[in-house]
């Protein structure tokens, strides 16, 4: 008999981990717009045609630049792929190639989250030297906010990928004043697939001294580390005279633009894009992934205290705060999120007398995420530290309270973790503390914690392999097991 429930409480432990790491059924972040279909791949299947651009599916080129849907044989691109080139090039905007635009464009007042995608190869093995492109973020009509030029260079053979910003901080004269710094960030063999993305995040207003303060960052490939970090144009617009000063652009689309030298040798041999995804979004990616998903929050990094109603629908993440944000939660209402109502993700928070519900898929399912509360870390210099005291947890998909990692160590005292329970989908738990965590839980009512199919339990309190847990004074009833003891730890504990 003991043996038999020593194995169902290991499986459970198997389940309950679950939440951090890798998932069997995966859930993705949420965007206000994103362009259909996603990736735009130009194949046949998309009702693409091989020829000019031009009216195809959105597309614009009105300039009758060599832009063409061609064949192509290269592994990752499907059958067709759109081919440009610096065959002709002109100092226009408006009559370039244009991708096809979001209907909620991503500003600083609305979806101000923007992020596009695109993967480029070269059309020949040997391109001619100068063959450039420039890739930008833009309002439709030229409004650039960020800029990538690609380059081959034959002198090392390589394509070169440049990022430009401007970092002007007051009004200038004459037009065209604006401080640009153009850096060279990457290259790339030719007949090689590469895949770049913009992220952007476009934040109200300035910094205190006028200086831009919208975050771009680059990623190649599969790359979580940025190529760079930058800003956006949003200094030239907003004090070069020669675009106003005016408030800068929305972002809708992506342009991809010919100017500067042409070189008629390169046409139908310029540059191969393919995989084209765009979307704007009112949640900010925050670098914590989960189930491959770099997970967005639609409180990112608070300055000052959370507090009030945070309706997170359509972000993974309610209130996320990283290494060096320390924060301080009081008195709010988060629900709406998918993967996590509150993270403090390596650093210190404090969460008091607030409400956190309705955390998971709409309807639940039984993917394993869905918490209520999450203190992680498994690094001393950034260890995840706080207080949870006086809240309710109600309505989440799995789990009320995790605290994960051997450099977590948290107190979590006199809240009201309520579960969904008896239900046949989850196997939830109350509070979790597990993998090297430490914590003192007291004063706490756990409550609703019930699998109906009984393959495995559900908690009312959960440790497993912890690093060091003491728990007094708490109320637990209503839970297929009140507490599941997997390892609560030794003397880690420092409440």
């Given at each position: 008999m003991r043996e038999h429930a020593l194995k169902r409480l290991f499986l459970l432990a198997a389940l309950v981990v679950a939440p951090i790491g890798v998932l069997g059924v995966f859930g993705g972040p949420a965007a206000a717009d994103t362009i259909s279909p996603s990736p735009i791949t130009f194949d046949s299947s998309q009702g693409y045609t091989l020829g000019s651009i031009n009216g195809q599916q959105g597309w614009s080129d009105t300039g009758g630049y060599d832009a063409q849907v061609v064949a192509t044989g290269v592994s990752g691109f499907g059958d067709q792929s759109l081919q440009i080139s610096d065959a002709a090039t002109s100092g226009s905007f408006g009559d370039q190639t244009f991708a096809p635009g979001l209907t909620q464009p991503a500003s600083e007042t609305s979806n101000p989250y923007f992020t596009a995608s695109f993967s480029i190869d070269t059309a020949t093995a040997s391109p001619n030297d100068g063959l450039h492109m420039s890739v930008s973020p833009d309002n439709g009509q030229g409004g650039r906010m960020s800029y990538l030029r690609f380059q081959y260079q034959t002198s090392d053979h390589k394509v070169h990928v440049f990022f430009d910003d401007s970092n002007q901080s007051s009004l200038c004269s004459p037009a065209g004043c604006a401080n640009f710094t153009d850096t060279d960030i990457a290259q790339f063999a030719p007949n090689t697939v590469h895949t770049f993305t913009f992220a952007i995040n476009l934040v109200p207003g300035t910094n205190s001294n006028g200086s831009p303060n919208d975050v771009v960052k680059i990623y190649e490939d599969s790359s979580t580390t940025p190529l760079i970090t930058g800003t956006t144009w949003e200094?030239?617009?907003?004090?070069?005279?020669?675009?106003?000063?005016?408030?800068?652009?929305?972002?809708?689309?992506?342009?991809?633009?010919?100017?500067?030298?042409?070189?008629?040798?390169?046409?139908?041999?310029?540059?191969?894009?393919?995989?084209?995804?765009?979307?704007?979004?009112?949640?900010?990616?925050?670098?914590?992934?989960?189930?491959?998903?770099?997970?967005?929050?639609?409180?990112?990094?608070?300055?000052?205290?959370?507090?009030?109603?945070?309706?997170?629908?359509?972000?993974?993440?309610?209130?996320?705060?990283?290494?060096?944000?320390?924060?301080?939660?009081?008195?709010?209402?988060?629900?709406?999120?998918?993967?996590?109502?509150?993270v403090a993700d390596r650093t210190a928070v404090d969460i008091s007398n607030s409400s956190i519900h309705d955390i998971g898929e709409t309807p639940f399912n039984g993917t394993q995420h869905g918490v209520g509360v999450l203190y992680t870390s498994d690094t001393t210099a950034t260890p995840a530290t706080g207080t949870l005291s006086g809240t309710s947890i109600t309505r989440y998909q799995k789990n009320g309270v995790v605290v994960s990692g051997s450099k977590a160590n948290v107190t979590v005292k006199n809240n009201t973790v309520t579960g969904n329970g008896p239900v046949d989908y989850i196997a939830q738990n109350g509070i979790e503390i597990a993998s090297g965590a430490s914590a003192f839980v007291t004063g706490n009512t756990v409550s609703g914690h019930f699998y109906t199919p009984a393959s495995v339990t559900a908690c009312g309190l959960l440790f497993f392999q912890a690093g060091g847990v003491k728990q007094q004074m708490n109320t637990l009833f209503n839970n297929q097991t009140n507490l599941c003891n997997a390892g609560r730890g030794g003397g880690n504990l420092n409440p």
């Open positions: 200094g030239y617009y907003r004090y070069d005279p020669e675009s106003g000063p005016t408030t800068p652009p929305a972002i809708s689309t992506l342009l991809f633009r010919e100017a500067g030298a042409a070189s008629s040798a390169d046409l139908g041999n310029g540059y191969l894009i393919d995989n084209v995804s765009m979307s704007s979004s009112a949640c900010t990616p925050t670098g914590l992934v989960r189930d491959g998903i770099n997970l967005t929050a639609k409180v990112w990094n608070p300055s000052s205290p959370v507090t009030g109603t945070v309706d997170a629908s359509g972000c993974n993440i309610g209130v996320y705060y990283g290494p060096g944000h320390t924060g301080t939660v009081s008195g709010a209402n988060i629900s709406g999120a998918n993967y996590y109502g509150v």
